[in-house]
T-cell receptor, first 112, second 114 residues
């Protein structure tokens, strides 16, 4: 079992729909990142969370430390939201301070 | 500069040759990361630099891989005696202070080993 699991792996939506992408992890973490990767490879950091909830525009990210779970929500989805969404965690403690463990990504396609 | 800059954007090399990939982080960012993404796979951590501390090399896959960073500026990732399995996109990211800080990614170097 991977340390970071995302669901669903693929998600297709119609423009305007509310979207949720889930991330579960199995280790204690100090931080969780949500990243967006567009076709062509460019990666953008959306959120970095250690607790609670963050909002930026139409994007909302939540994390439940006790349940080892995070969700990324997109309200009023748009075709330009089509991308791969990646969850990554930094394990708590240890000496590998730089290491992020990545989920396999969720491929989102939003149709007009 | 305005963002993280990587060069070259594409590199094609023959098996057995050495390659150098360059990353210019955002000015003032003390933390610098190298990641690798093979075709159809997720991101893999390679190495992390934080200021003048010893780098975290725990993700380097073999001793053919090495990286250097001059102070808090440019970093070079070197792959010696390249193999076909080294073909991947090599991504660099930087952050202001490291650890739990927002990451800023470069556009990557697509390495193809023939």
């Amino acid at each position: 079992k991977n340390e970071v699991e995302q669901s669903p792996q693929n998600l297709t939506a119609q423009e305007g729909e509310f979207i949720t992408i889930n991330c579960s992890y199995s280790v204690g973490i100090s931080a969780l990142h949500w990243l967006q990767q567009h076709p062509g490879g460019g990666i953008v950091s959306l959120f970095m969370l250690s607790s609670g909830k963050k909002k930026h525009g139409r994007l909302i990210a939540t994390i439940n430390i006790q349940e080892k779970h995070s969700s990324l929500h997109i309200t009023a989805s748009h075709p330009r939201d089509s991308a791969v969404y990646i969850c990554a965690v930094r394990s708590k403690g240890g000496t590998s301070y730089g290491k992020l463990t990545f989920g396999q990504g969720t491929i989102l396609t939003v149709h007009p | 500069g305005a963002g993280v800059s990587q060069s070259p954007s594409n590199k094609v090399t023959e098996k057995g040759k050495d390659v150098e990939l360059r990353c210019d982080p955002i000015s003032g960012h003390t933390a610098l990361y190298w990641y690798r993404q093979r075709l159809g796979q997720g991101l893999e951590f390679l190495i992390y630099f934080q200021g003048n501390s010893a780098p975290d090399k725990s993700g380097l896959p073999s001793d053919r891989f090495s990286a250097e960073r001059t102070g808090e500026s440019v970093s070079t990732l070197t792959i010696q005696r390249t193999q076909q399995e080294d073909s991947a996109v090599y991504l660099c990211a930087s952050s202001l202070r490291g650890r739990d800080e927002k990451l800023f990614f470069g556009s990557g170097t697509q390495l193809s080993v023939l």
